[in-house]
């Protein structure tokens, strides 16, 4: 059985800070107690809008925590620059609109400007390795894989947050991804929208090597406690790898 990655997203708590305007609670806090609860690593969204991570946020889990960190971003000169002063050790580009509520579907690769290629090649110059964020989709990822991108973040919100009955064709959908990605040589991994009740089908797919949950585990930690949500969430995803 090969390790399945589990990164959490900390952006949510952030949320929860920046709702009164104080420093409580505390992302860099929350980054440690999932590490300690058995997160691999840590990923931060840092918005054009500053909604929720900062940009001292980022800088303090970089040279505060010992576990990676997964820096989300979108592919703009801004971001770029950013990242290539602080050197995260992975990077993923995600398509951003300042008036969404969160990440809406896939990044377009294949309509997308000369300066998304220019962003995958001065992150991987600066050490960084590349994802991006990406709907399962054949000509997507062949396209991800072509301006130089190492993994590939397959967009699960559509199994997840949709119809039941429809989530047999959609796993069906991201299986295909997660073999079209192996097949371009490139890493695949998976998340948005998982819970407790859907990441297991992920995790069971061996072409999947990271999952990064977010929003359900910030949420879910109201009832549990953060550690002991990560701990639960944790167990799923290693019960459904090992079956």
Do not use: W
């Amino acid at each position: 059985m090969t390790h399945l990655d589990f990164s959490v997203n900390v952006d949510h708590v952030a949320t929860l800070r920046n709702a009164r305007g104080g420093a409580f609670p505390c992302p860099v806090e929350a980054a440690r107690i999932v590490v300690e609860a058995g997160a691999d690593g840590v990923t931060m969204h840092l918005r054009e809008d500053r909604r929720h991570i900062r940009d001292r946020d980022v800088e303090r889990v970089r040279a505060e925590i010992a576990a990676p960190l997964n820096f989300e971003m979108a592919a703009t000169e801004e971001m770029v620059a950013f990242a290539e002063r602080i050197r995260p050790p992975y990077c993923c580009l995600v398509p951003e609109k300042r008036a969404e509520l969160t990440t809406e579907g896939g990044l377009d690769v294949l309509r997308a400007g000369p300066f998304l290629h220019e962003a995958v090649q001065r992150l991987r110059a600066a050490g960084v390795r590349v994802s991006i964020f990406i709907e399962a989709d054949p000509a997507q990822i062949e396209a991800a894989a072509r301006i130089g991108a190492q993994a590939i973040e397959l967009h699960t919100g559509t199994y997840a947050e949709g119809p039941v009955a429809n989530r047999a064709a959609q796993l069906a959908r991201l299986k295909a991804g997660a073999l079209a990605a192996r097949a371009a040589g490139l890493l695949c991994h998976a998340g948005h929208g998982l819970s407790y009740d859907t990441v297991g089908p992920i995790a069971a797919m061996p072409e999947v090597t990271e999952v990064s949950i977010g929003h359900f585990l910030i949420s879910q930690s109201v009832f549990e406690g953060l550690g002991a949500t990560v701990r639960h969430f944790r167990a799923i995803m290693d019960e459904a790898r090992a079956a």
